[in-house]
């Protein structure tokens, strides 16, 4: 009803010429005192001949409607399903539309190139500098001497920053190598774990991790990325106490550390692309990235990621790893 009332707004002149038409015809009869009746027929007769005429043009404005309201999410891929077009100025807007679609695609072409070169650059430079980091941490390794060992460290974090640099990348990437299998959870576990060994030593942080002997369907090298995105900033925002890692309900990885802790305020938007938060504010070094990375790809993954945390009273982060929808590859 509502779509006929707006086609009656659109032909509203055409109404109104009608009805002075009629009343011409009407004054013109009596002024010549002729049968007034006359005028009623003809305007009777004329008003269901143009009812039904309305009646099939708005069978073919509904049609042409419904036709374009499809081309609405059609018209980012092709616009070869226009409607046919009843006269010259529908012909018009049909060329402005098609100019305006052709030039959309030249221009995504061409952004499309530049995002293809650009993460091609920076996937070979992140390989690249991987060379000289492991050299230099096999340098590093020849003498255990407390310089060596913050050398290590701030090497470490290079190497995480790489790390993050090649996941941005990859990440709106088509070629993203998602590889869906069943994991042992532990195994992944250790393998984050390990590398940050030499931290929870440094900082004389307790690790409290028990074997979760579970498996889950996952993305193994997808996952170990998320999880020690989590396992650093808990290293990096807790001095003292400890960080344990155990599995919940319904398949529930949980990283909980003793650390300063989330605002009650920063907690909806840690997760979000570039916000650090009080934390990040006063730390003057946080991107805002890392766990903008974990949610991405924790979605891409069918996994659900969420942090509780208090001021003080350290911060949990959860991973659900129960992802019924994922197929194996």
């Not at 049909?94 to 530049?114: F, G, H, T």
């Not at 500098?129 to 701030?154: G, V």
Request: proline share 2%; hydrophobic share 40%; charged share 25%.
């Amino acid at each position: 009803m509502k779509l006929f009332m707006r086609y009656l707004l659109i032909h509203t002149r055409n109404v109104i010429v009608y009805l002075i038409f009629c009343a011409v015809f009407a004054v013109t009869f009596a002024l010549y005192r002729l049968p007034v009746s006359a005028v009623g027929y003809a305007c009777a007769i004329s008003a269901f001949i143009g009812a039904a005429a309305v009646l099939l043009d708005y069978i073919a404005f509904y049609r042409k409607h419904r036709q374009l309201e499809f081309l609405m999410h059609e018209i980012t891929v092709t616009a070869d399903h226009l409607p046919a077009p009843k006269g010259l100025l529908e012909e018009d807007y049909q060329a402005l539309v098609r100019i305006v679609y052709e030039e959309r695609q030249k221009l995504e072409d061409r952004m499309n190139a530049k995002y293809t070169d650009l993460v091609e650059y920076y996937t070979v430079w992140a390989h690249q500098i991987k060379t000289p980091i492991a050299s230099m941490r096999l340098n590093l390794q020849s003498e255990d001497t407390p310089l060596n060992k913050e050398l290590s460290y701030d090497l470490l974090r290079i190497e995480q920053y790489v790390e993050m640099v090649l996941g941005y990348l990859r990440l709106d990437a088509g070629t993203t190598d998602y590889l869906i299998r069943r994991c042992d959870l532990d195994s992944i576990i250790k393998q984050a774990v390990r590398r940050f060994s030499s931290q929870f030593i440094r900082k004389k942080l307790r690790l409290e991790y028990e074997p979760v002997n579970c498996s889950v369907l996952t993305d193994e090298k997808w996952l170990l990325f998320v999880i020690e995105q989590v396992l650093s900033n808990a290293i990096k925002y807790t001095k003292s106490g400890s960080i344990s890692i155990t599995l919940e309900e319904t398949k529930t990885l949980c990283i909980r550390d003793t650390g300063m802790g989330i605002a009650l305020e920063d907690i909806p938007r840690v997760f979000e692309k570039g916000y650090t938060g009080y934390n990040g504010r006063s730390d003057k070094k946080a991107s805002g990235i890392g766990l903008y990375l974990c949610r991405r790809i924790c979605e891409n993954l069918g996994h659900k990621i969420q942090a509780s945390s208090a001021v003080g009273a350290g911060t949990a982060i959860r991973i659900c790893l129960d992802s019924a929808d994922l197929e194996t590859e």
